[in-house]
């Protein structure tokens, strides 16, 4: 009977995905754990878009596999965390603009480290080949002093371009989730929806496991990955600030960088970086540790290239900071703008879009939940 309600699927992974939440429908025990299960339970059977939603709506906390009595061994080998996982890496190679490039999410890690390797290369020979060495290694200080090194225009204009295809590459990704979803076209005027995702994405609210915590290396559940995941997101968040921030010093006062210590870029910026550096390394020994079973080695890639380059973003622009009034500053900067620019032109094509996909997947639920109480 249960088989005859699936529906047929475009891959392996929604099909097990189909059996496994068919699988949940008649246990429904862990309808208290997140926001999956409660989704899930509003269908009777589950199209490719609803178990997309699904996967998408999943923070991998780990607590529906360590409280599952059909978890393995049991014949019914039910892993939600690790089927979901794979399949929200599936979802958003399906989503990548332009599709062509959708392969970037296969062997995502192989092609992230050959980009950035690509773009540090580059600006160093760039700047080796431009400028001369005794500017490349001069001490430089004050108001304009990266950009003897390099022209503020050609920064702007190459940064300013590498953001905006990123953007448009994810708003593009995005609308083909959401419609991929089956989402309604009227959310952007629903205010509450928005506003209720904002707060739980923003507090990683179903990563606690229905409240006592993740499960990542045993079945004692702790709070130590959503703290890592908090300061990696807000330390991106202070980071992309600074940089707002930078620029409008730039464009509206006329003041140029560096800065002081004690300015309000740099202190949003050097905040950031703390965050980003600590949240990262937090966030890869919590993966050394997290039970085999839980993972999705497909995925793994994907995950430590974009956490390493989260790393090395932070990493590289603290040390910028701490030497940027030595010799060591035009070697430095170009490591920093060659981490940053592999950063923003691999966005859309690596772990970056869970934010973004999950929001929308936190969006589409809060709707749900709100017309089921009017
Ligand atoms: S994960 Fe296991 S225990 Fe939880 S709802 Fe599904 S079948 Fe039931
Ligand atoms: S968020 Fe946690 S409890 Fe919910 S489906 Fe994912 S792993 Fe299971």
Known sequence: MIQQLRAMHGSPI????????????????????????PAMEMRRAFSDGDLNFLANLCHAC?????????????????NVPKTLAALRAESWAACAWPRALSGLF?????????????????????????????????????PGAFYTLMPHNAMAALFGAAFLYAIFALAMGLRAFWRGLGGPSGTLPDPPSLWQAIRDAGQLRYLDGGGGGCFNEDERPTDRRRIYHHLTFYGFLLCFASTCVATLYHYLLGREAPYAWWDLPVVLGTLGGIGLVIGTTGLFAEKSKRDAALIDANSTGMDAAFTLMLFLTGLTGLTLLVWRETSAMGPLLALHLGVVFALFITLPYGKFVHGLYRYAALVRYAREQRAMTK
């Open 14 to 37: 929604l099909e097990e995905a189909d059996r496994l939440m068919t699988v949940c429908n008649s246990c429904r025990y862990c309808e208290g754990l997140c926001a999956v299960f």
């Open 62 to 78: 780990g607590a529906c596999y360590t409280d599952c009595q059909f978890s393995p061994p049991h014949e019914f080998n039910v």
């Open 106 to 142: 296969v062997r995502n890690g192989v092609a992230i480290s050959i980009i950035a390797a690509l773009s540090v290369a580059a600006f160093i020979f760039g700047f080796a080949a431009f400028i001369d060495p005794q500017v490349l290694l001069g001490v430089h200080t004050g």
